[in-house]
């Protein structure tokens, strides 16, 4: 792997980030996202984004709908998207609700959102 362009963004929600979003994938080959505030049947708004990139996500809200109805804004949310010229050689390690793991090539990243459950 010659070069990995990499950048980190807190979206404080999908509608809100979306516009500097869709300016980084014209410019990164891996994303780090927190905070998009999805669920996971909303991970389509992600995977639509932009058909350059395999997308990684986790939802922080899953639970919440799971148990009740939303009370309060959104919250939490990671996700890695990866361009697709890499795709030969990323692997999905391991998610959690505030963190995933992928190895590229030989490069091992974490993303890690700030909320804690």
Same mark, same amino acid.
């Given at each position: ?20 979003? +869709? ?5 990164? /080959? ?7 505030? @999805? ?5 389509? +708004? ?8 395999v997308n990684f996500n986790k939802s922080a809200m899953d639970h919440i709908y799971a148990a009740d109805v939303l009370h309060g804004r959104p919250f939490g949310g990671t996700s890695i998207m990866v361009h697709r010229r890499f ?18 090539? /030989? ?8 909320? @804690?459950?």
């Amino acid at each position: 792997m010659a070069h990995l362009s990499l950048v980190s963004y807190n979206l404080h929600g999908f509608n809100h980030g979306l516009p500097m979003l +869709r300016e980084l994938t014209n410019h990164f /080959d891996v994303i780090c996202v927190q905070e998009h505030w @999805l669920s996971t049947p909303q991970f389509d +708004r992600l995977d639509s984004l932009s058909s350059d990139f395999v997308n990684f996500n986790k939802s922080a809200m899953d639970h919440i709908y799971a148990a009740d109805v939303l009370h309060g804004r959104p919250f939490g949310g990671t996700s890695i998207m990866v361009h697709r010229r890499f795709a030969s050689c990323v692997k999905h390690l391991t998610y959690e609700t505030n963190f995933i793991i992928v190895k590229i090539c /030989d490069v091992i990243l974490v993303n890690v959102s700030s909320l @804690l459950l």
